[in-house]
């Protein structure tokens, strides 16, 4: 059992109905923290390691919201709505329902992948903030679909070489939208108003000063910065951020189909949110 | 240009670290299927196509996402020959 209280609730905002989870410590309230998911299937292989960082988080002082981005899981809208520019206006929308429900006004915003790039969005426009931690960001939006695509062609071939439906077939025509526009990942649809706000997401390209404390982690196999993300903590830097840049040698987990232990992440988020 | 031999030791280290295997490189069967002897699924298989174009810019057209590619190192190694040579 978590030694925190959680409570699940719906918030409306403007119209919509977000899902947020709280954790809230059991005693006194020294920090507040964000958590921004990333979408689709990542969002599934990230979501309990995330609970468990939340809980880590309550019980060493900070409160930690959780919410569901409009379109997704318990929220209202739906998921063909969904842009980079609704991501953002979600996570601003839960940062201030954090700030009222915890007290705390500078809040700590935390993403992973995807939710990385969107809480380092919503941080140039939130006020108030503690600090962005970064999970294996994701830096740019074309780099997310072209490998979201990649991990969609792997799958189907696998299918395929146990019997089941073809590549050609289950892919029609490569990169070549279907009538409507929207690309089917996984299962889940990327309509052209999400995909044309990623190719335009760029953090390298971002120039509004950022000054905040932001630790970027890289999970890699061994314990090597790659040439990316060095890349984006310089950027980072020239916007006035007081980066740290490390590697964190794990499983690359927001791939992984099954049950999901990260100790060592869960240890690092509760710490950066814990201002430790 | 590489050849398939001097590729298939990198590869090895490549397919260990992406993968988290507990093997030695050196030790790894550059002929043996790979998804038999390690367990490989579509998850892994994507690890080392990410890591694939991470390590030497080979981006798989769509056409060349067949299975065989992937059936061992060997194969592997002589496909990235291929493409480093093109």
Sequence with gaps: MPSCAEVHSFVAVEGRRLYVAEHRPEGAIRSAALFCLPIHEEEKSVYRPMVDAARLAAERGCMSLRFHYTGTGDSSGSPLDMTVDTLVRDTLDAAQILRQRSGVEPVTLVGVRLGAAIALLAAERIGACAGVLLVEPVPSGRLYLSRARTRKRVRRMVTAAEGGEGVADSLGAPDQPPAGGVFDFDGHPIAPGLENSLAALDLAQRTAQLPVRVEVIEIAPRDRISGSVERLGSVLEARGARVRVRALVAEPFWNNLGVVHIPEVCQAIAGFVAGD | ?86
């Design chain 2, 1 to 86: 240009m590489a050849t398939p031999d001097e590729l298939i030791p990198p590869l090895k280290q490549l397919i260990v670290d992406k993968l988290f295997l507990k093997v030695d490189p050196a030790e790894m069967d550059a002929d043996k299927p790979l998804m038999d002897t390690y367990g490989i699924d579509s998850v892994s298989l994507f690890e080392i196509v990410v890591g694939l174009e991470e390590e030497y810019g080979i981006v798989l057209a769509d056409d060349e996402f067949d299975i065989e590619l992937f059936r061992s190192v060997r194969s592997i190694a002589e496909f990235a020959a291929s493409k480093l040579d093109s």
